[in-house]
């Protein structure tokens, strides 16, 4: 079973920047696509960005152009780089495979946009 581990989330001003690191246990990882997700209060939890085995990438429109996925797979870690932060991406950041997710999701880390 994957263990996922996410980091990096904190309190950012409105157009600032924070970086999510995300490890992931097990040589699964290098072979699957993976994304962030994010799940606000009182809504349901999207996928915002992936990126796939090869390394190809894709966004949602919400974030597209303000955030980069990336991975390593020899430290089986995926990142979001995230600027230009808005109010509206406050939430819950995890990550897991995509499109189909693992069942098992790790804790998240809480990211919070605000003056």
């Known amino acids: 079973q994957v263990q996922l581990v996410e980091s990096g989330g904190g309190l950012v001003q409105p157009g600032g920047s924070l970086r999510l690191s995300c490890a992931a246990s097990?040589?699964?990882?290098?072979?699957?696509?993976m994304g962030w997700y994010r799940q606000a209060p009182g809504k349901q939890r999207e996928l915002v960005a992936d990126?796939?085995?090869?390394?190809?990438?894709s966004y949602a429109a919400s974030v597209k152009g303000r955030f980069t996925i990336s991975r390593d797979d020899a430290e089986n870690t995926v990142y979001l780089r995230m600027n230009s932060l808005r109010y509206e991406d406050t939430a819950v950041y995890y990550c897991?495979?995509?499109?189909?997710?693992?069942?098992?999701w790790g804790q998240g880390t809480q990211v919070t946009v605000a003056s």
């Open positions: 097990g040589s699964i990882f290098r072979s699957v696509n």
């Open positions: 897991n495979r995509s499109p189909n997710a693992w069942p098992s």
């Open positions: 990126i796939s085995s090869g390394g190809d990438t």
